[in-house]
């Protein structure tokens, strides 16, 4: 049986967010020469969804979809595995399996973690009691994906020191980075750490840069460290990789919403994500 891996990235209006999921595909064939691994994007890039599920297609008798998504929403609960399905139609001789996303996880948590001292040690290892820290994500309008968030925030708290482990987003809900950081500052934080929960670079990634510079004017007196994107942590490709096995094994974790079976009473329902 002949089988190709596809990656599918968000895809951003930054060609560098783009090029980095290009990259990260390509290291992972460094890291796999043996598989056949290509890549796509969900929107905003050149290669999206069908034609990389129809080049995935040629000459295959099976397709493992990997999501290279953190949480699952819209995009992953819906638009891909509609996608899936068409190609599906067009492919009648190929069999596509669909992998779960990356979500909140062990992994994960490890590299947060990383992030986080690495952070620490900027600001000359603070005391955590006084330190706070914000995870920040990409925001959606489904509430599973948020609380996705909220958990590994949690998992910080209970895995570190410090008093103050707040969730906020960069946009869709609430709350943004900057009511959170009033609010931490309030409580009485000399220091904040914030941690972008995004794996590779993007214009969102560029919009909370100009947001921490603001914060910084507003708040002289508090001293603001601002982490980077984590996908190219070794914690990534090994979590990648397990979620292709898996699949290709018959053992991935349904979707909490199943896309493929419910789209058409899903789609009505309000699971909608905005890039």
Known sequence: MKETILLVGHGSRNPDGNQQIEMFANHWRKRRPQWRIEHCFIELADRLLDEGLDAAAGGSSRVVVVPLILNAAGHVKLEIPAHIERA????PTTHFIYAAH???????????????????????????????????????????ANGEVAKL??????????????????GIT??????????????????????????????LMERIGRQVERLRRQYP????????????DEEIYNLVEQRALA????????????????????APAGHHHHP
């Open 247 to 266: 699949a290709a094994s018959g053992d991935s974790s349904p979707l909490p919403c199943d896309g493929c079976r419910h789209l058409p009473s899903a």
């Open 102 to 144: 990356l979500g909140a996880c062990e992994p994960i948590l490890a590299v947060m973690k990383r992030s986080l001292h690495r952070l620490l040690r900027t600001l000359d290892m603070p005391d955590p009691r006084t330190t706070g820290v914000v995870l920040l994500g990409r925001g959606s309008s489904d509430r599973a």
């Open 88 to 91: 599906r139609q067009r492919h």
């Open 221 to 232: 007196q508090l001293s603001l460290a601002l982490g980077g994107y984590v996908g190219f």
């Open 174 to 203: 609430h709350p943004r980075l900057e009511t959170v950081v009033q609010r931490q500052v309030r409580l009485g934080m000399g220091q904040i750490a914030i941690l972008p929960y995004y794996l590779f670079n993007g214009t």
């Open 153 to 170: 925030a949690r998992w910080l708290l209970e895995e570190t020191q410090h008093d103050l482990v707040d969730i906020a987003f960069t």
